[in-house]
């Protein structure tokens, strides 16, 4: 919930005055440099107790931007609001972590302990902020920029902690202490990433971390005007498990389909049929594959090269005609899903697919 505050210092009084439990989350050090005077446009990310909210929204939320400084307030159980895109701000052990070992920084408000605090920060920079962060996937070296780097190091200190700056062990750190990223919020953050045209590299191997692979087909208009589009369903049920087929209605060929990466479409068509799939034991791309196509995991996504050679063999069709288009990774699919389902789809979705990883696992 997003709120502007005419006077930080009477707003944090008010708060202790309350009892409300708080935690103002980054760039505090910044904050509290020559207060109250405080970094032009800065932001407050602030963790407080779901109860708090109503009061809060009651009390500030007649002003607006030119008014005040702006605050971000998120909430422990709060999906919606208090939380971010559908999903929890931080998972609730963190949450907990971070009202449970707060204290008050120089006598002007709570802030987490260096623990807290690191968790909560590594949590932003790799779930949300992923490469945008300025912090690399996997080379120390190359993290150098990062606007990120000084508050880490700064709580590294405190901690005595050895940890490269990179995002794999950014994430391997928080999943040692029970703090990282659950599936459904990798889902939120992706889709977010999708819908700004962003691609992540560090996201898409996160989701690698999961017993098999989801992916997603398209059958192209091509296959349907020359009805070969059942025998392409069926050949990708003999290679996979099916999760969903749908129809993809017009208004989503026409518009929706342009949003989708890497679909040609005057090869073959706008995509007609979405077919869903799940391949319980993927296989490593090889080293060649992976140099064409450096975001396909699973070297079994390339039968789709045999369905096309099939394809053109049967219908003597140009050797561009191309019959379907797949997307690369499970967090490309994901990306996708806004696309073509709607979030009760969705749902029905995850817990299929919950249901084929159990029996696979």
Same mark, same amino acid.
């Given at each position: ?5 005419? $006077? ?7 708060? $202790?005055?309350?009892? !409300? ?25 602030? *963790? ?10 009651? =009390? ?11 605050? $971000? ?24 972590? /971070? *009202?449970?070992?707060? !204290?008050?920084?120089?006598? *002007? ?13 590594? !949590? ?27 508050? /880490? ?5 405190? %901690? ?28 939120? !953050? +992706?889709? =977010?990433?999708?819908?700004?045209? +962003? ?24 296959? +349907? ?19 969903? +087929? =749908? ?27 979405? @077919? ?12 060649? $594959? ?5 975001? @396909? ?36 699919? @994901? ?15 995850? %817990?299929? %697919?919950?249901? *084929? ?5």
């Amino acid at each position: 919930m997003r709120l502007f505050i005419p $006077d930080i210092v009477d707003f944090f009084q008010f708060m $202790d005055e309350s009892s !409300y439990q708080y935690a103002v989350l980054r760039r505090f050090l910044d904050f509290s440099a020559d207060w109250p005077k405080i970094p032009e446009k800065a932001e407050f990310d602030v *963790l407080v107790e779901d109860r708090a909210l109503p009061v809060l929204k009651k =009390k500030y939320g007649a002003y607006k931007k030119k008014q005040g400084v702006e605050f $971000d307030f998120y909430t422990p159980e709060g999906t919606t609001v208090g939380g971010e895109m559908g999903v929890l701000y931080f998972p609730p052990r963190l949450s907990r972590k /971070i *009202l449970d070992h707060r !204290y008050k920084w120089n006598g *002007l408000f709570y802030v987490p302990d260096a623990q807290s605090h690191l968790l909560s920060l590594l !949590y932003h920079v790799c779930y949300r902020k992923t490469e945008s962060s300025g912090i690399h996937m996997d080379d120390p070296t190359l993290s150098n920029g990062s606007r990120y780097l000084a508050e /880490i190091e700064w709580l590294k200190s405190q %901690l005595g902690l050895n940890l490269d700056d990179t995002l794999f062990a950014y994430h391997g750190y928080l999943r040692a202490h029970e703090c990282n990223a659950t599936y459904e919020t990798l889902v939120a !953050y +992706v889709q =977010k990433q999708f819908a700004k045209d +962003v691609k992540s590299m560090f996201m898409a191997q996160l989701f690698r971390e999961f017993s098999g692979e989801m992916n997603m087909f398209v059958i192209r208009g091509i296959s +349907v005007k020359t009805g070969l589009h059942t025998n392409l369903i069926n050949m990708l049920r003999e290679h996979f498990k099916t999760i969903l +087929v =749908k129809d993809i209605p017009l208004a989503a060929r026409l518009v929706e389909s342009g949003k989708m990466r890497g679909g040609k479409w005057r090869r073959g068509g706008r995509p007609r049929i979405v @077919v869903l799939v799940f391949d319980p034991h993927p296989q490593e791309a090889t080293e060649e $594959d992976r140099k064409i196509q450096a975001y @396909v995991f699973n070297s079994r996504q390339f039968v789709k090269r045999e369905f096309r050679t099939w394809f053109r063999t049967t219908t003597k069709c140009k050797p561009s005609a191309n019959p379907l288009h797949s997307t690369d990774n499970e967090a490309e699919a @994901v990306g996708h899903f806004p696309l073509f389902f709607s979030a009760h789809e969705q749902e029905d979705i995850f %817990l299929r %697919l919950k249901e *084929l990883r159990s029996i696979s696992s």
